[in-house]
């Protein structure tokens, strides 16, 4: 029978003081391991890490019962969890004895950011078929936090929290910082996460927004369970219990309502394509007015590929009876609904201010499929920025009479096919080396007005300089170069001087 964590304070200044002088680190564990063991480790291969952990005394002990799922003698136990007693260790949840030893009761593992560093409880993997199994930092926490602007903020809401992830980062940037979840063994397990870090976090019980009904907040990040299929929920972590995408539907008309004027709301979420529908048309029927939102798509899977990846995320045998059965339910289910793919990313919503509620709300949908390398909270923060800018910009005479710069990290490319004579230039573009890579074809005109952006002259100038280089009327290059120039600006290959 599994027990919900609880660590007093007096238990989780003990744990915290242990796991400190044992370096049960990123860094610490990282540095025993080695590159080697620590790769094959996150890869689900745990014999290179056991056998790099052999001599590493009480962080050995702690990385083998915490990561490893190892039972460890009491007395090796002991002493690497003093102050903490192994038995104080039961009580609060945290290990289970195994004869003569103890083995791990729930995932504890250490967790950081260029900023610091944290502890992470959760369900351990064994459990994962539980329906309310409570997952620790996975590829879709990572990549939320990833992409979350972190600017000073009054008020935060960590809409279905789970383990806490997302609230620990919260807690860096925000005064005060609310999560909520429907599940009580995943406020359960935030709270011990929270108490280990020694981190206030004001913990709320209910499903969606009900909890938070009557209140708004600068900021709201969510990690919802955002999986489509039918109206079901095996696992409470991944499945909204609605049909298809329609609790992202929901969700979506509702967040702006618990916003602030300009408060921010960021979300990953996934969307149906169905034939004969664009998916940016079905998401942007979802959205309520007076807000700016950029819908970034970051995959698209077939509904094969969309079911064979929750289910191995969910530890079945997509061999056995029961795993087959569940995914014909739900391939039959896609076929019924039309739906050829789905698509997954992340949204970020923005209610309008007082000031900006006659203003025309900005909603962009791009698709930024495969690696990026760099976070992209900077890209979005930026984006805002921008924004903004256009928006005190939007008549074409104050976007001429504004001084613009080419970014520091942006390049011109040309390339060239062989001909008879040797490479012939076919064409060029001008792509950002940072974030999200945007790249823009250009031609000559549009690449001889870019490398004229320096910030001396206002935009206007620069194109009655072209106008006579190229023997155009300036008219005509305003009116062919201005929707260039606001996606130049959008994408941040110019910024304003």
Known sequence: MRVLPHLSPACAESLRAALLRARFTTDGVRELLGPSAHAALGRGEVEPAFRAGREAGELGVLVRLLLLGATEPDAAVRAALAPLTPSDARDAGLLVPDGDGWRAALDLRPYADDDGEWWVLSDLDARRQDRDHVTGVGGASLTLAAATVRRPVGSLLDLGTGCGVQALHAGRHARTVTATDVAP???????????????DVELLEGAWLEPVADRRFDQIVSNPPF???????????????????????ALLRALPGHLEPG????????????RGEDWPDRVRSWLPPGVDAWIVQREVSDPALHVGTWQRDAGLDLASPAARAQAGEWLDWMEREHVEAVGFGFLTLRRLDGASTDAEPTVVFEDVLGEVSDPLGPETAGWLDRIDWLRAHTSDEA??????????????ETYAEPGTEGWAEVGAAVARMDGPRWRHEVDGPAAALLAGCQGALALGELVKLLAVAHDRPAGELVAATLPAVRE?????????V
């Open 488 to 496: 130049f600006l959008r994408h941040g290959i110019l910024v304003p």
């Open 185 to 199: 063994r995943a406020l359960a397990m935030a709270r011990a996460t929270f108490a280990l870090n020694a981190l």
């Open 399 to 412: 976007l001429l009479a504004a001084p613009l710069a080419v970014a520091s990290s942006v390049v011109l």
């Open 227 to 249: 999986v489509p299929g039918p109206a079901r929920v095996d696992y409470v972590y991944r499945d909204s219990g609605q049909d298809g995408d329609a609790a992202l539907a």
């Open 263 to 274: 408060g921010v709301a960021q979300l990953l979420g996934s969307w149906l394509h169905v």
